[in-house]
């Protein structure tokens, strides 16, 4: 998809971040969560996406040497156009410039379009936390990316 910008995220964003957010998930964040994200999370880290409007959204959370992708999104109309893929490599070159170790997520085992593309960029799959989700208690299956030659 063309005349894509990504960029941080701010408060003003919210709004916009958090319909994605409703579209995407069955159960989503509010958006007084996203405005906490922005005002009180000094270790969120989030982007989003957008042509005129939000188009998608991710996030990150910088927790000692590890980075934990909370959240990416990406409206319905918009899918499929690789900007969840930049959406990503962003949040790996940020992670990347806090020098973090490794990152990790947690994906629900029925997505198969996300745990392709985790696989893709090189995201390696860890196991599986049982009946993670709470709205059908689906497992959410666990991805590691090392971002230098520890072993996680």
Same mark, same amino acid.
């Given at each position: 998809?063309?005349?894509?910008?990504?960029?941080?995220?701010? *408060?003003?964003?919210?709004? $916009?971040?958090?319909? *994605?957010?409703?579209?995407?998930?069955?159960?989503?964040?509010?958006?007084?969560?996203?405005?906490?994200?922005?005002? %009180?999370?000094?270790?969120?880290?989030?982007?989003?996406?957008?042509t005129e409007e939000i188009i998608g959204f991710a996030g990150l959370?910088?927790?000692a040497d590890e980075g934990h992708i909370t959240n990416v999104a *990406?409206?319905?109309?918009?899918?499929?156009?690789?900007?969840? /893929?930049?959406?990503?490599?962003?949040?790996? $070159?940020?992670?990347? %410039?806090?020098?973090?170790?490794?990152?990790?997520? /947690? *994906?629900?085992?029925?997505?198969?379009?996300?745990?392709?593309?985790?696989?893709?960029? $090189?995201?390696l799959y860890a196991g599986t936390r049982k009946r993670y989700y %709470?709205?059908?208690?689906?497992?959410?299956?666990?991805?590691?990316?090392?971002? /230098? $030659?520890?072993?996680?």
């Open positions: 998809m063309s005349n894509v910008l990504i960029r941080k995220m701010t *408060v003003a964003d919210a709004p $916009g971040v958090h319909a *994605v957010e409703r579209e995407s998930f069955a159960t989503p964040w509010t958006l007084e969560a996203f405005v906490a994200e922005m005002t %009180q999370n000094p270790n969120a880290y989030y982007l989003v996406a957008e959370w910088h927790i *990406v409206k319905r109309g918009a899918r499929g156009n690789g900007i969840g /893929e930049a959406l990503l490599i962003a949040l790996i $070159g940020q992670a990347q %410039q806090l020098d973090l170790r490794a990152m990790t997520l /947690e *994906v629900r085992v029925s997505n198969t379009p996300a745990r392709t593309l985790y696989e893709k960029l $090189g995201f %709470q709205d059908n208690n689906e497992d959410a299956a666990i991805y590691w990316l090392e971002l /230098e $030659g520890d072993e996680l």
